[in-house]
């Protein structure tokens, strides 16, 4: 029994080879777009992460801000209840 390579297996053997080198480089993208988009999906993850942060901050320096309003208000309407106090 000889091994001989006939033209038409050895054309075979060609073609399989090429169809193996596509399907490698198609898988080496396949994993690149992968990687890509698990990294796409982190920064989306992240963003929403970091508005949530801000509109929390946000929410409490306004409300920091009118307590400080309305107690330097307060402090400004009994300062002037004393001066009037002690002028009578």
């Not at 060609?14 to 988009?37: H, S, T, W």
């Not at 970091?50 to 409490?60: L, S, T």
């Amino acid at each position: 029994m000889t091994t001989e390579i006939t033209e038409v297996k050895l054309e075979q053997l060609f073609e399989y080879n090429q169809i193996n080198n596509k399907v490698n480089k198609l898988m080496a993208k396949r994993d690149l777009l992968i990687d890509k988009d698990a990294t796409n999906q982190t920064i989306k993850k992240a963003r929403q992460l970091i508005k949530k942060k801000i509109e929390f901050h946000k929410y409490w320096i306004d409300k920091l801000y009118n307590i400080t309003f309305y107690t330097h208000l307060i402090l400004v309407l009994l300062l002037f209840i004393m001066l009037f106090y002690k002028l009578l």
